[in-house]
Nanobody, 128 residues
Framework: QLQLVESGGGLVQPGGSLRLSCAAS????????IGWIRQAPGKEREGVSC????????DYADSVKGRFTISRDNAKNTVYLQMNSLKPEDTGVYYC?????????????????????WGQGTQVTVSS
């Protein structure tokens, strides 16, 4: 049972906040790069954020920069995405994905085939 499990999604009003969690089950996240990818209705998947294996490197899509914060707690085998000042355009299914890599680097690609593990996703709906 090797999988990533996302949680924390839900319905929130514009301007609100959500904290998404990505927990690894069956494997240790050490040396794994983690990306958060979302897919809005009728749109292509978009890389939202990423964090390197150690956590020293992070990156964000321009659309979420300044509003979202990614972090990881390897002791808990979990990566988080704190989302503040949410907008309706943030609505979508949010996936976390893992790619093995020893080097400390960030990976934020929307292409599922480029990851070793891909979660089931959690729905985020921003609506008044």
């Amino acid at each position: 049972q090797l999988q990533l499990v996302e949680s924390g999604g839900g319905l929130v009003q514009p301007g609100g906040s959500l904290r998404l969690s990505c927990a690894a089950s069956g494997f240790n996240l050490d040396f794994w790069k983690i990306g958060w990818i979302r897919q809005a209705p009728g749109k292509e998947r978009e890389g939202v954020s990423c964090i390197s294996s150690i956590g020293s490197i992070t990156d964000y899509a321009d659309s979420v920069k300044g509003r979202f914060t990614i972090s990881r707690d390897n002791a808990k085998n979990t990566v988080y995405l704190q989302m503040n000042s949410l907008k309706p355009e943030d609505t979508g299914v949010y996936y976390c994905a893992a790619r093995f890599g020893v080097q400390d680097a960030c990976l934020m690609t929307p292409h599922k085939d480029e990851y070793d593990y891909w979660g089931q996703g959690t729905q985020v709906t921003v609506s008044s």
